[in-house]
């Protein structure tokens, strides 16, 4: 009876730890361990610094401009977290910090700039816990706007992020991401093209002259030509419709340029050349010391006008004809004398 009673007592020992590791292996399978996040979670942190003020002028075109930035990582980990500390919360001794990512979003201006960083991937030289100085990584932001920039203010994405740190497969050590805006400006580039339809004329005393003058904005922004005349005298009466005009980039208008020769201007083969300047500026036109640096290269175009003159085909000619039967008939009379 008592032999029964033991082996009973055994079956029923063995038959509940059966089943008490069955429950085990179903609840707490490798699968379900591995997928299970940690308890305790701590943070991190990126503060980001850069001198503004060096984005307040225009980026020259065709040329490199760098802007420094400096980004500050924390977390707020204990104090105890070094050392054994990190095996308690991770797992492991050697625990190298996580790397930082800046990505600059290029879709915007990928045809009419190039932007990015010299270094894209940072690794910091610690993981900072709390009471600790932030772990700083710097970086430079190179832009390098081409001619076809549209001198405008402009601005890029940058998105800086920060890798957790795992225990098991849920983050111990969250990451954090970040995407600040940076504005910039291309600077203006000032560039016009000029073509006078018919630039040589023929005319005469008191007899309007007019030429047509195209001017296309190969510029990378609205711009205003203004047209000077340099050698023109006034007894000519210069007039130029519009005085100035205003071309959208890729753009092309039209001015007049007229004149009226004096009545002076008649002598055989007299000529007229006459200077103009063209001066590309800003739309809206900048003021105080941006006004000299915005101004372009002036172009130059020159227009001619040639008089009738009294001259008749051949007459030169029959001059010099005459001329001889004048001086044959003077020496005839000579002769007989």
């Not at 050392?83 to 800046?102: D, V, Y």
């Not at 004329?201 to 008191?206: F, I, K, T, Y």
């Not at 002598?267 to 007229?272: A, D, L, R, S």
């Not at 030169?316 to 008939?329: D, M, R, S, T, Y």
Request: proline letters at 10%.
């Amino acid at each position: 009876m008592n032999t029964s009673f033991k082996n009973l007592k055994t079956l029923s020992v063995i038959g509940l730890l059966l089943i008490c590791g069955f429950v085990s292996f179903t609840l707490f399978t490798p699968e379900k361990v591995v997928k299970a996040d940690p308890i305790i979670t701590y943070n991190s942190v990126l503060r980001i610094e850069y001198p503004e003020e060096k984005l307040d002028d225009p980026i020259q075109v065709d040329e490199t401009f760098s802007v420094p930035f400096t980004v500050y990582y924390s977390t707020n980990l204990p104090e105890w977290a070094t050392g054994a500390g990190k095996f308690i919360l991770f797992g492991q001794f050697m625990l190298f910090p996580p790397q930082i990512h800046l990505e600059v979003e290029t879709s915007s201006f990928e045809e009419w700039a190039s932007i990015g960083f010299d270094s894209k991937d940072l690794l910091p030289s610690d993981i900072p816990t709390q009471g600790m100085d932030p772990v700083p990584v710097t970086a430079n932001l190179q832009i390098s706007p081409y001619r076809e920039a549209p001198s405008e203010p402009q601005f890029v994405n940058i998105n800086f992020s920060v890798e957790g740190i795992k225990f098991i497969k849920g983050d111990r050590l969250k990451g954090f991401s970040q995407t600040i805006r940076i504005p910039f400006t291309p600077a203006y580039v000032p560039q016009i093209d000029v073509f006078v339809d018919k630039p040589m004329r023929v005319a005469g005393p008191r007899e309007p002259v007019s030429f047509n003058i195209r001017v296309k904005n190969v510029g990378n922004k609205q711009t205003i030509v203004k047209v000077k005349p340099v050698n023109v005298p006034q007894s000519w009466a210069p007039v130029i419709n519009p005085p100035q005009i205003t071309i959208n980039p890729d753009e092309e208008e039209t001015m007049t340029f007229s004149v009226v020769p004096p009545y002076s201007f008649g002598w055989h083969n007299e000529m007229q050349s006459m200077q103009l300047d063209f001066e590309p500026y800003p739309s809206p036109p900048s003021s105080g010391r941006e006004y000299n640096l915005s101004m372009g290269q002036v172009v130059t175009t020159s227009v001619r006008i040639n008089n009738y003159g009294f001259s008749i085909p051949g007459f030169e000619f029959v001059a010099v004809i005459a001329a001889l039967g004048i001086a044959l008939v003077i020496f005839k009379k000579k002769y007989k004398k």
